[in-house]
T-cell receptor, first 117, second 114 residues
Framework: GAVVSQHPSWVICKSGTSVKIECRSL??????MFWYRQFPKQSLMLMAT?????????EQGVEKDKFLINHASLTLSTLTVTSAHPEDSSFYIC?????????????FGPGTRLTVT | AQKVTQAQTEISVVEKEDVTLDCVYE???????LFWYKQPPSGELVFLIR??????QNEISGRYSWNFQKSTSSFNFTITASQVVDSAVYFC???????????FGQGTTLQVKP
């Protein structure tokens, strides 16, 4: 159980275009999802916390208008990178918390590798 | 502020050697959770262990063991008789209850040579 999927697993896009990444909890409901970014050979950095039915909470330094997050249902959160630039190329990982699980464990998706040319 | 420090950037060992990965954390919370994750080259994070701040018992799972010491704010991870398949990046992370967000350490790259 506790499976989180991400789609797509990798994407290449041209500079200036927008890219949407989906994060789904497959076998549980997630009121809270998290979006992380990981540059090569670096650690995971939290970008934002996504709460179902409300606005996302962004970490300091993360541009809200550039990284749009929508948590429309208890099983789906999306991250849209708008007007992507080469410096946005990174590995994006989502995680989800099971709302019935008070262990505070996060279940991670397999990640999406974004390359902006 | 919360912080996790993994001072070892890279470790290289020969197969069958034991290896310990260090993790030191900082937090003002009295209740918190500590985690270890493995990230193989594929990129997907693999959950290894969760420990809450009230449980200082050491844990062993097969070749893996963890030593949690609140007095030194450390949560070290030991792999016994390492294998090539253990080669990966290992992350220690800290989470406070309620908010749930994870603060990751810088990661330690472990290379196990045959």
């Amino acid at each position: 159980g506790a499976v989180v999927s991400q789609h797509p697993s990798w994407v290449i896009c041209k500079s200036g275009t927008s890219v949407k990444i989906e994060c789904r909890s497959l076998d549980f409901q997630a009121t809270t999802m998290f979006w992380y970014r990981q540059f090569p050979k670096q650690s995971l950095m939290l970008m934002a916390t996504s709460n179902e039915g409300s606005k996302a909470t962004y970490e300091q330094g993360v541009e809200k208008d550039k990284f749009l997050i929508n948590h429309a249902s208890l099983t789906l959160s999306t991250l849209t990178v708008t007007s992507a630039h080469p410096e946005d190329s990174s590995f994006y990982i989502c995680s989800a918390r099971d709302w019935e699980d008070d262990s505070y464990e996060q279940y991670f998706g397999p990640g999406t590798r974004l390359t902006v040319t | 502020a919360q912080k996790v420090t993994q001072a070892q950037t890279e470790i290289s060992v020969v197969e069958k050697e034991d290896v310990t990965l260090d993790c030191v954390y900082e937090t003002r919370d009295t209740t918190y959770y500590l985690f270890w994750y493995k990230q193989p080259p594929s990129g997907e994070l693999v959950f290894l262990i969760r420990r809450n701040s009230f449980d200082e018992q050491n844990e062993i799972s097969g070749r893996y063991s963890w030593n949690f010491q609140k007095s030194t704010s450390s949560f070290n991870f030991t792999i016994t008789a390492s294998q090539v398949v253990d080669s990966a990046v290992y992350f220690c992370a800290l989470s406070a209850p309620g908010g749930g967000k994870l603060i990751f350490g810088q990661g330690t790259t472990l290379q196990v040579k045959p």
